[in-house]
Every structure is written in structure tokens, then in C-alpha cells.
């Protein structure tokens, strides 16, 4: 499935706490995404890197932070000033350059309790 | 800004019967556009692809068509199986950027 993971699968965080999803991979991609899917929703853009020490801001950032300190590392933190964060989060890289094919984790499905 | 509309929402078949799911893309600089196949609670695997500079693409019983000029692109099944049940995504990449716009979805039935 493609060498790149997600941990955990399900994640359950009390209101007002920050959180961090894991997303690693071994493919030797330059790009990393982060996605959020809502029940009957297409994909969103929180944020994508394309490149070491270098992110930026998708569609719908705000609540949410990343990392890019390692190739194969893109954490996402979700912050307690995320509103409604209840969703399922994917992750995804691409060899650099464009037009290439992303590949998906497996995803994790948070839910605040 | 770029948007990806995609028809229809849901769509059921008879097995054996052909399916067809159209997008449409708002940005004419869009130069890739992938399909994924997501099954409930799984990851969305790419299951073909088409680039600006083709018409068509064919993969056994999957083709996608793209029609610059009108800025939409469709996916085709042929001879559906059950197994051919999930939802199904477009997305458009914008050249120049590494931002792919997904569709909303399309769920898919193939009845037996």
C-alpha cells in the first residue's frame, strides 16, 4: 500500500486539548499532504509541504499546525482552536514535480469527545 | 478560485451495465487529473489518470475522457461488478502548483 502510514487509526481527544497525527513515509517523496474528509465530503487541503522546512497553508489551515523537519516526517497538529475537528485525516506525498500520482495513508479518524 | 464540480452524487447500476461520473474543472491552467476508488474506511487508491496533452485513456475496463475546451473530464466503467461499489473522486492539479482540487464524490451501487 505504498510505504507510507498513518498512526493511530482512531484518536479520541477531550475539547480543549491539542493533538498530533503521525504520518511517515519511505517512499522518497519531496511533497506531503494533509487532507480532511467529512462524512459524504470530497478531500480538503489543510496544508502540503514540498520540501524540508518548507509547508503551506490549504484551504482550511486554521486550527491546524505542521512540521516539516525530516523527508519522510509531515506531523499535523490539531489545535484546540480547531472548532469542529471531528473528521477523518489522511495523508498523502508525491514525487516532486507535478502531475505526479499521490499516495495515501491509511488515515486516522479523530473524534472529540 | 479553482473549484472541481462532480455529477452525480450517487449513482446505482445494474452489474453488468456501464457507469459514467463527470467532473468539471474551473481552471483552465489544470494540466493532470487523477481518478481514486475509496472504499468505506479505507485510503482513496488512484485507479487511472489522464494529462492535458491526451483525449482518452483506457485501462481494461476503466477510460477516462477529458474535454479541454470545456474544461470536463469523465470517468467510464464498463461491465460493472459489485466489487466496482465505493466512492468515487476526481481532482484536478493546477500546473505549476503542487494543489490538487478534489470533487465532492460519487458513490457508486452495482447491484447484483
Known amino acids: 500500500d505504498g510505504g507510507i502510514t498513518q498512526s493511530p487509526k482512531y484518536l479520541f481527544r477531550k475539547e480543549g486539548q491539542n493533538v498530533t497525527l503521525s504520518c511517515e513515509q519511505n517512499?522518497?517523496?519531496?511533497?506531503m499532504y494533509w487532507y480532511r474528509q467529512d462524512p459524504g465530503q470530497g478531500l480538503r487541503l489543510i496544508y502540503y509541504?514540498?520540501?524540508?522546512?518548507?509547508?503551506q497553508k490549504g484551504d482550511i489551515a486554521e486550527g491546524y499546525s505542521v512540521s516539516r523537519e525530516k523527508k519522510e516526517s509531515f506531523p499535523l497538529t490539531v489545535t484546540s482552536a480547531q472548532k469542529n475537528p471531528t473528521a477523518f485525516y489522511l495523508c498523502?506525498?508525491?514525487?516532486?514535480?507535478?502531475?505526479?500520482?499521490?499516495?495515501f495513508g491509511p488515515g486516522t479518524r479523530l473524534t472529540v469527545l | 478560485g479553482e473549484n472541481v464540480e462532480q455529477h452525480p452524487s450517487t449513482l446505482s447500476v445494474q452489474e453488468g451495465d456501464s457507469a459514467v461520473i463527470k467532473c468539471t474543472y474551473s481552471?483552465?491552467?489544470?494540466?493532470?487529473f487523477p481518478w481514486y476508488k475509496q472504499e468505506l474506511g479505507k485510503r482513496p487508491q488512484l485507479i487511472i489518470d489522464?494529462?492535458?496533452?491526451?483525449g482518452e485513456k483506457k485501462d481494461q475496463r476503466i477510460a477516462v475522457t477529458l474535454n479541454k475546451t470545456a474544461k470536463h473530464f469523465s470517468l467510464h466503467i464498463t461491465e460493472t461488478q459489485p466489487e466496482d461499489s465505493a466512492v468515487y473522486f476526481c481532482?484536478?492539479?493546477?500546473?505549476?502548483?503542487?494543489?490538487?482540487?478534489f470533487g465532492t464524490g460519487t458513490r457508486l451501487k452495482v447491484l447484483a
Open positions: 481532482a484536478a492539479l493546477t500546473s505549476g502548483t503542487y494543489k490538487y482540487i
Open positions: 498523502a506525498s508525491s514525487i516532486r514535480g507535478l502531475g505526479d500520482e499521490q499516495f
Open positions: 481552471d483552465s491552467a489544470s494540466n493532470y
Open positions: 489522464i494529462r492535458s496533452n491526451v
Open positions: 509541504s514540498q520540501i524540508v522546512n518548507d509547508f
Open positions: 517512499l522518497n517523496h519531496d511533497a
